[in-house]
């Protein structure tokens, strides 16, 4: 992969019925296997936090994805923040609930 590829950092907030149907597991394969760096959790507000880092194209792809979620998602609804730092790890982590 060349060194010029775009690379972007973007911290998103999904919303609707997101905890307890398997989103952050999901979410840690999908972009694991998409090759991204970051992290996912559970929010105590009941939305999941995610931050996903790597080739742009790559990023706008899982945040794509994350619009559907695991089968037994029901998103309603995802918020983009581009104002993140890349993950200080390689990898995709599942955090503990914030």
Known sequence: MSDHVPRSTVRVVISGRVQGVWYRGWTV?????????????NRSDGTVEAVFSGPSDRVAAMIEACRDGPPAARVTGIECFDDTDPPAQSGFLQRPTL
């Open 29 to 41: 394969g999908e972009a694991a296997a998409a090759g991204l760096d970051g992290w996912v959790r």
